[in-house]
């Protein structure tokens, strides 16, 4: 049974109504406010004092913040113009020769870079 939902780095997490309310699941007569779930119908209930109503459905929305969603998209971007980069470089030998020499120069470059920090 999930008992809460919380948001955290990167995840955000909204309701559209009241989520976390006083369960009484043991009698079927409870006090003013008392929650209840009913296994015949399905449906969560609150005792208005008199009668047990159905509680509306409320249901929490969980998402990616907005700085996760923008990283997420860029990623994506980056992928896509990877992909792109390296089918061009199987048609054009050129480009591949200039891409392989990139990734020679980035690895030489980090290795120095290592040595000197």
């Known amino acids: 049974m999930i008992k809460s939902i919380n948001s955290g780095p990167g995840v ?3 309701t559209s109504g009241p989520a ?3 369960f009484n699941n043991n009698s079927n007569n ?3 406010g008392s929650v209840r ?3 015949n119908t399905q449906h969560l209930e609150v005792y208005d004092g008199l009668s047990w109503l159905v509680l509306g459905t409320y249901s929490p929305l969980v998402e990616l913040d907005f700085q ?3 990283i997420v998209r860029w990623a994506r971007a980056k992928m896509l113009e990877e992909q792109q ?3 061009l470089a199987k048609k054009h ?3 591949q020769e200039a891409y392989e020499r990139l990734e020679i120069m980035k690895t030489l470059t980090l290795k120095e ?3 000197n920090d």
């Open 93 to 95: 030998p050129g480009l």
């Open 20 to 22: 976390w309310p006083y």
């Open 68 to 70: 996760t969603k923008e």
């Open 113 to 115: 870079e290592m040595k």
């Open 12 to 14: 955000s997490v909204s």
């Open 30 to 32: 409870g006090f003013a």
């Open 37 to 39: 779930y009913n296994g």
């Open 85 to 87: 980069l390296l089918e």
